[in-house]
């Protein structure tokens, strides 16, 4: 099974819609995040969280929140989506020395 | 403030050759620097990362990467390059071990050809 799992992979939204993007770990770690990618841009951070208790804006937490349910689950929700969300969203968790990434969730907001 | 640049958002190589892909970064403070491959419809798996030791540093894959503190630079090598090795490449930067303070660069897309 995989480290880190993404719900949905795929999902086509409306403009104005709320939408939750899913992530769960079985790595155990206390730290998560939320990245976006678009084109010729890398990878931006949204949102991290270092345990439960702590979550932290990143670089473009703007029309975004989030939510750390348990140690093993964090969502990211779009409160009401805009075209300029689209792009491909990813998870990960970070342990000793390493990061760990899900395989994504391409979201497109019509 | 902290950035890398990526020479080439486009490289290829012929099978067996020597894969080289650049990136110079900028930072305020002594670095840690990252290198990270994502192969299509994948997310992104952590290559090798640099923590101020040796200025070598060796991943996965066969691929290492060297710090040049003069040059400011962290390139990427393998001294032979093989069809899985195709993927797009990151490199990144952050101030300190944490990845919630790393800033990655635009991306490097490996082609290998047969």
């Known amino acids: 099974d995989a480290d880190v799992t993404q719900t949905p992979r795929n999902r086509i939204t409306k403009t104005g819609k709320r939408i939750m993007l899913e992530c769960s770990q079985t790595?155990?770690?206390?730290?998560m995040y939320w990245y976006r990618q678009d084109p010729g841009l890398g990878l931006r951070l949204i949102y991290y969280?270092?345990?439960?208790?702590?979550?932290n804006k990143g670089e473009i937490s703007d029309g975004y929140s989030v939510s750390r349910q348990a140690q093993a689950k964090f969502s990211l929700s779009l409160e009401s989506a805009i075209p300029n969300q689209t792009a491909l969203y990813f998870c990960?968790?970070?342990?000793?020395?390493?990061?760990?990434f899900g395989p994504g969730t391409r979201l497109t907001v019509l | 403030a902290q950035s890398v640049t990526q020479l080439g958002s486009h490289v290829s190589v012929s099978e067996g050759a020597l894969v080289l892909l650049r990136c110079n970064y900028s930072s305020s403070v002594p670095p840690y620097l990252f290198w990270y491959v994502q192969y299509p419809n994948q997310g992104l798996q952590l290559l090798l990362k640099y923590t101020s030791a040796a200025t070598l540093v060796k991943g996965i894959n066969g691929f290492e990467a060297e710090f040049k503190k003069s040059e400011t630079s962290f390139h990427l090598t393998k001294p032979s390059a093989h069809m899985s090795d195709a993927a797009e490449y990151f490199c990144?930067?952050?101030?300190?071990?944490?990845?919630?303070?790393?800033?990655f660069g635009t991306g490097t897309k490996l082609q290998v050809i047969p």
């Open positions: 790595k155990g770690h206390d730290r």
């Open positions: 990960a968790t970070s342990g000793g020395d390493t990061q760990y």
């Open positions: 969280s270092f345990d439960v208790k702590d979550i």
């Open positions: 990144a930067v952050s101030p300190s071990g944490g990845y919630q303070k790393v800033t």
